[in-house]
């Protein structure tokens, strides 16, 4: 596979692992129609934006949208942003021999309402090295 | 009988009066939609509901691919909720469904987009 479909890979098994279905944290990637999402899910978007240190690696940011009920106050989201934390600051993961993404520090932006919800979005820049 | 059933009595009754202004489409509908992060797939489990619609109107545009739209009437009681996964199949054509349908509990009216 190419670097992109690797990174998709990489950063996705975060989602699909064990530890982070036990958070019970609806999870959604972009371009999904989330049915019975609830009042509190993510939105996965992978954005390899930047250039890599050789042609099959590849930089970028990962925008993870944490909605929760709109007047909830910002506590929710903060708490889910940690767990975040938890499962990519500062990791190194890899699912594919050859490759590998870098996760660095993370920052929160408080969105606003939407409908019926809050949006915030935690941004996380990666490095993915591809050999 | 309530009013709620009179009007979905007389609504089947207009369906039927419309004779060849109305025809018999298939919505296929798909439930239990989910992702699989593991593989990076969407699955769904589909479900076939005939019916008969009426188009609204019809409409081409050509920017950066060619589109045909139609606006569709439909009975909401028959059809139920639909999703942008939901499909619809009118002469042997697949059609999308857009993301916005309109419902006033009786009638639904939806947007379908097929590329030329």
């Given at each position: 596979?190419?670097k992109?479909?690797?990174?998709?890979k990489?950063?996705?098994?975060?989602f699909?692992s064990?530890a982070?279905?036990?958070?019970?944290?609806?999870?959604?990637?972009?371009?999904?129609?989330?049915?019975n999402?609830?009042?509190?899910f993510?939105?996965?978007s992978?954005?390899?934006?930047?250039?890599?240190?050789n042609?099959?690696?590849i930089?970028?940011?990962i925008?993870i949208?944490?909605?929760t009920?709109?007047?909830?106050?910002?506590?929710?989201?903060?708490?889910?942003?940690d767990?975040?934390?938890?499962?990519?600051?500062?990791?190194?993961l890899?699912?594919?021999?050859?490759s590998?993404v870098?996760f660095?520090?993370?920052?929160m932006?408080?969105?606003g309402?939407?409908?019926?919800?809050?949006?915030a979005?935690?941004?996380?820049?990666f490095?993915?090295?591809g050999? | 009988?309530?009013?709620?059933?009179?009007?979905?009595n007389?609504?089947?009754?207009?369906?039927n009066?419309?004779?060849?202004?109305?025809?018999f489409?298939?919505?296929?509908?798909k439930?239990d939609v989910?992702?699989?992060?593991?593989?990076?797939t969407v699955?769904?489990?589909p479900?076939?509901i005939t019916t008969?619609?009426?188009d609204?109107?019809?409409?081409?545009t050509s920017?950066?691919?060619?589109?045909?739209?139609?606006?569709?009437?439909f009975?909401?009681?028959e059809v139920?909720?639909?999703?942008l996964y939901?499909?619809?199949?009118?002469?042997g054509l697949?059609?999308?469904?857009?993301?916005?349908a309109?419902?006033?509990g009786?009638?639904?009216?939806?947007?379908i987009?097929k590329?030329l």
């Amino acid at each position: 596979m190419g670097k992109y479909v690797n990174l998709e890979k990489d950063v996705f098994s975060v989602f699909d692992s064990a530890a982070w279905k036990a958070e019970s944290i609806k999870t959604f990637p972009g371009n999904f129609v989330a049915m019975n999402s609830g009042n509190e899910f993510l939105r996965v978007s992978i954005i390899p934006s930047g250039n890599g240190i050789n042609i099959t690696s590849i930089s970028g940011i990962i925008i993870i949208d944490i909605f929760t009920s709109a007047g909830s106050g910002p506590h929710g989201s903060l708490v889910i942003a940690d767990k975040l934390d938890s499962f990519l600051q500062g990791k190194t993961l890899s699912t594919t021999v050859g490759s590998s993404v870098q996760f660095h520090s993370s920052t929160m932006i408080p969105k606003g309402i939407e409908g019926s919800l809050h949006r915030a979005s935690y941004t996380i820049p990666f490095n993915h090295f591809g050999v | 009988m309530g009013y709620a059933s009179i009007i979905d009595n007389q609504l089947l009754l207009a369906f039927n009066m419309s004779k060849d202004l109305a025809r018999f489409v298939t919505f296929v509908k798909k439930l239990d939609v989910s992702f699989n992060f593991g593989t990076s797939t969407v699955s769904e489990t589909p479900s076939s509901i005939t019916t008969k619609i009426l188009d609204v109107k019809s409409e081409k545009t050509s920017r950066e691919n060619n589109i045909t739209k139609k606006t569709i009437m439909f009975k909401r009681k028959e059809v139920g909720d639909l999703t942008l996964y939901d499909t619809i199949i009118d002469g042997g054509l697949t059609w999308n469904l857009g993301s916005a349908a309109k419902d006033n509990g009786f009638i639904g009216i939806v947007d379908i987009y097929k590329e030329l």
